[in-house]
């Protein structure tokens, strides 16, 4: 994860507590831009933020994602102003490939639960077919009513689910009552990286 951050031109700083035990990390640009802030609990968000300004004493930039509720709750108390950057518009043409290769990655970063998604694309008269198993990530393309699907949607949906920014919970109104290992799969899969534009400009 070091060398990763390390990639964008961050330092990465670790926060400790008084018992010099570890409790957040946090990863600053060279502009003083501070891209990742995680920290053990809740609890030492502000702590942790407090003991960065004042050992930078420069004017700092927080990036948040719309899901790190705490972090925004926490850092609007002490925040002079903020902004809202827009997501960008996105259009997959061959889904099974964009599909296969960020669901790849992602497995490849850490672990994640084996399954299998069935999604039909209601406008495309196609059916996605994710799995993992053992770390493998696939993606097959069928016609529409090949088989049963777990989650019918539009592309446009499929995209908004799959890439985020916000966690599929936020995306599909009717997430709660889908089976639970069909909960399970997407809350541990999603949002694939390329929801993440700040941190590794996918």
Not at 20 to 39: I, S
Not at 99 to 116: C, H, P, S
Not at 154 to 168: E, H, K, M, N
Not at 176 to 195: E, F, H
């Amino acid at each position: 994860m070091q060398q990763i951050m390390l990639s964008w031109g961050c330092d990465v700083f670790l926060a400790e507590n008084e018992q010099h035990e570890p409790v957040g990390c946090f990863a600053v640009t060279d502009k003083g831009q501070v891209n990742e802030l995680l920290t053990a609990s809740p609890d030492y968000i502000l702590p942790v933020a407090a003991a960065w300004i004042r050992e930078y004493d420069k004017a700092i930039e927080w990036v948040c994602l719309p899901w790190q509720t705490d972090l925004i709750t926490q850092l609007a108390q002490i925040a002079e102003r903020w902004r809202q950057v827009p997501t960008c518009n996105l259009q997959v043409l061959d889904w099974p490939p964009v599909i296969e290769a960020f669901l790849q990655y992602v497995a490849n970063t850490r672990q994640l639960k084996d399954g299998r998604l069935c999604i039909e694309l209601s406008d495309l008269g196609i059916q996605l077919v994710w799995s993992l198993q053992n770390g493998t990530a696939r993606c097959g393309q069928h016609p529409a009513g090949r088989e049963k699907p777990q989650l019918a949607m539009t592309s446009a949906l499929l995209i908004r689910l799959a890439f985020g920014p916000l966690p599929p919970h936020f995306t599909l109104p009717d997430a709660g009552s889908l089976p639970q290992d069909v909960q399970q799969l997407l809350r541990d899969w999603l949002p694939l990286p390329m929801a993440w534009p700040i941190q590794d400009n996918v």
